[in-house]
């Protein structure tokens, strides 16, 4: 009990960010994996991320290898995003609204 007491006060001292706190209840209330639940909001959270901090996701698209270099740090942010959408399809990581409506077909009318 008392690693998982210091488990949590490392987990509420790291600050993990909004894909994190969102993978929480996506785990808890539709019994995705939470490794998957932080894959399935990741590329939602980068998005809406991205017209605060252009030049971040710019330097994550860099760091991707992508070909970013001619590109303003919106567009080269835009790309990292991108990527990461695509990268998510072709590991068969579901769209957010599919796993929801699975969930409600799993859980049966009123329900969900």
């Known amino acids: 009990m008392l690693g998982s007491l210091m488990d949590g006060f490392a987990f509420n ?18 019994g995705i994996p939470h490794g998957v639940a932080n894959a399935i909001a ?6 809406y991320n991205l017209d ?7 330097r994550i698209a ?4 992508l070909p970013v270099a001619d590109l303003d740090n919106a567009a080269a942010g835009k790309a990292a995003v991108e990527f990461v959408k695509k990268l998510c ?11 929801a409506e699975e969930h409600a077909a799993q859980a049966g ?3 969900h």
Do not use: N, T, W
Request: glycine content about 8%; charged content about 10%; aromatic content about 4%.
């Open 13 to 30: 001292s790291a600050v993990l960010g909004l894909v994190h706190s969102m993978a929480h209840p996506l785990s808890a209330h539709c």
């Open 42 to 47: 990741l590329p939602y959270v980068m998005d």
């Open 52 to 58: 605060a901090c252009p030049d971040k996701f710019a």
């Open 62 to 65: 860099g760091a991707m290898g």
């Open 89 to 99: 399809s072709e590991l068969s990581i579901p769209a957010l609204s599919q796993r």
């Open 109 to 111: 009318p009123g329900r």
